[in-house]
Nanobody
């Protein structure tokens, strides 16, 4: 089972990015998906989650700017990030959990992607 995150990059403040998390899990549609981020010197932080029924949850700090979605036909989850800020600079990772939607702490997730770097210049 693998999760492959992609779509990060170096962008200016105010720009947008769409991160993708492609899964090889055949039963992807039955997994709750989530995005986390970790900035240098900080702990991993929950960003957003989407249930297998497409309910969503967001960290308060990203509400209104981040949108999580999924395409079960493509076994892929997405994170649309708009109005990027310097504080959004981090490694963004995706994770999959079978049992619980928007689970915390991170150890409750069954599978993790390797992360994609997002760097926002001000």
């Amino acid at each position: 089972v693998q999760l492959q995150a992609s779509g990060g990059g170096l962008v200016q403040a105010g720009a947008s990015l769409r991160l993708s998390c492609a899964s090889s899990v055949l039963t992807f549609s039955r997994y709750h998906m989530a995005w986390f981020r970790q900035a240098p010197g900080k702990e991993r932080e929950f960003v957003a989650a989407i249930s297998w029924l497409s309910s969503t949850d967001y960290h308060d700090s990203v509400k209104g700017r981040f949108t999580i979605s999924r395409d079960n036909a493509k076994n892929t989850a997405y994170l649309q990030i708009d109005s990027l800020k310097a504080d959004d600079t981090a490694v963004y990772s995706c994770a999959a959990a079978r049992a619980q939607f928007a689970a915390w702490p991170p150890r409750k997730y069954d599978y993790w992607g390797q992360g994609t770097q997002v760097t926002v210049s001000s």
